[in-house]
């Protein structure tokens, strides 16, 4: 993968958001380029497993557009949600939560909509939104489209957007062996917390800190420091 200035802006916040694991014992009987699954073992005796293509794919259809929404809301409220927005061109993630609706007379799932849809537009219409568990959000964006038809073109459009995390580590695309499920309350601890074990975030920033952690480690693996190529 061609790491350019936008990337290495990313690369950059990787290194402040967790601790690398990379100066583990790395055991391996051939060189990156030539494995299609990266078996790492860490001095601490637990290990890491990349699948280097699956992987690949899915980290570049979030870096190469210009930016990347990291979504959640509560499937059986649908009264507010927690976003947050990276700006690939200068590294900034912005804040973008909506707190619960104030009644104004309207039906509160459709201000929810209304607004959802607002500001996953408010960069470029087709930037990739990140999720934890497409399937769900899916279901209640569907459901939603149906009681609100005229609303049907544009949640249509955000539905094609959507992207999943969770199949990340359900599939095993990057799996660590100190994982104790494949939800965000058992991944984020192991990635990104050290020694604290609870989730304190949002679920949306979250899955920002979680993707810096495997972005990081993955762009170690699949190009190794001092062989990264840099755009003008």
Same mark, same amino acid.
């Given at each position: 993968m061609k790491t350019n200035n936008r990337n290495?802006?990313?690369?950059?916040?990787?290194?402040?958001?967790?601790?690398?694991?990379?100066?583990s014992e790395m055991s391996m009987d051939m060189p990156?380029?030539?494995?299609?699954?990266?078996?790492?073992?860490?001095?601490?005796?637990?290990?890491?497993?990349?699948k280097r293509h699956m992987?690949?794919?899915?980290?570049e259809s979030i870096v190469e557009p210009s930016g990347v929404y990291f979504l959640?809301?509560?499937?059986?409220k649908i009264d507010n949600y927690n976003m947050h927005y990276l700006d690939h061109s200068n590294g900034k993630l912005m804040e973008m939560?909506?707190?619960?609706?104030?009644?104004?007379?309207?039906?509160?799932?459709?201000?929810f909509l209304d607004k959802l849809i607002f500001d996953l537009n408010l960069f470029d219409s087709s930037e990739p939104i990140v999720v934890y568990g497409k399937s769900s959000f899916e279901d209640v964006l569907n459901q939603? $489209?149906?009681?609100? #038809?005229?609303?049907?073109?544009?949640?249509? %459009? @955000?539905?094609?957007?959507?992207?999943?995390?969770?199949q990340?580590?359900?599939e095993q695309w990057y799996w660590d062996s100190r994982f104790k499920g494949n939800t965000i309350k058992t991944i984020y601890p192991v990635l990104c917390l050290g020694k604290s074990k609870t989730l304190?975030?949002?679920? $949306?920033?979250?899955? #920002?800190?979680?993707?810096?952690?495997?972005? %990081? @480690?993955?762009?170690?693996v699949h190009v190794p420091v001092g062989e990264m190529r840099m755009a003008a």
């Open positions: 290495s802006i990313m690369l950059g916040q990787t290194n402040k958001d967790t601790e690398l694991i990379f100066n990156f380029s030539g494995r299609k699954v990266i078996n790492l073992k860490k001095k601490d005796g637990s290990s890491l497993n990349v992987l690949g794919s899915w980290i959640d809301f509560d499937h059986s939560n909506m707190p619960p609706i104030a009644y104004t007379g309207e039906d509160p799932k459709k201000e939603l $489209s149906e009681l609100y #038809y005229e609303y049907a073109d544009e949640v249509d %459009s @955000i539905l094609e957007r959507l992207l999943d995390m969770e990340v580590f359900t304190d975030i949002s679920n $949306s920033l979250a899955m #920002y800190k979680i993707y810096t952690a495997i972005l %990081s @480690i993955y762009l170690q």
